[in-house]
Nanobody, 117 residues
Framework: QVQLVESGGGLVQPGGSLTLSCTAS???TMWLYHMKWYRQAPGKA?????????????NYVDFVKGRFTVSRDNGQKMVTLQMTNLKPEDTAVYFC??????????WGPGTQVTVSS
């Protein structure tokens, strides 16, 4: 059984930084999956934030470019999201997703990030 668990969320002031981690357990061959971060703010739909692809590239939604960095360690079955210059509008529950074509994929339960003074 595969599980993803996010950690590292919390309360941070505007302009601050946080690093989120997502650790996978179980029988997952991580290098076969695109590892993605999504977020969901209260009352809003879940939205894609960033992807660490199986090709070794990274993609970001426009509003986090230059502020967020996604990285992965396939051996440790971990993906991280470094977030800098955080803004109140970054407040959301952040979810980790393992995505592979033809499979339903896996989701973590999420970690809360609150940006507030």
């Amino acid at each position: 059984q595969v599980q993803l668990v996010e950690s590292g969320g919390g309360l941070v002031q505007p302009g601050g930084s946080l690093t989120l981690s997502c650790t996978a357990s179980g029988s997952i061959t991580m290098w076969l999956y695109h590892m993605k971060w999504y977020r969901q703010a209260p009352g809003k739909a879940r939205e894609w934030v960033a992807t660490s692809t199986t090709y070794g590239t990274s993609n970001y939604v426009d509003f986090v470019k230059g502020r967020f960095t996604v990285s992965r360690d396939n051996g440790q079955k971990m993906v991280t999201l470094q977030m800098t210059n955080l803004k109140p509008e970054d407040t959301a529950v952040y979810f980790c997703n393992a995505d592979r074509s033809g499979e339903p994929g896996y989701w973590g339960p999420g970690t809360q990030v609150t940006v507030s003074s």
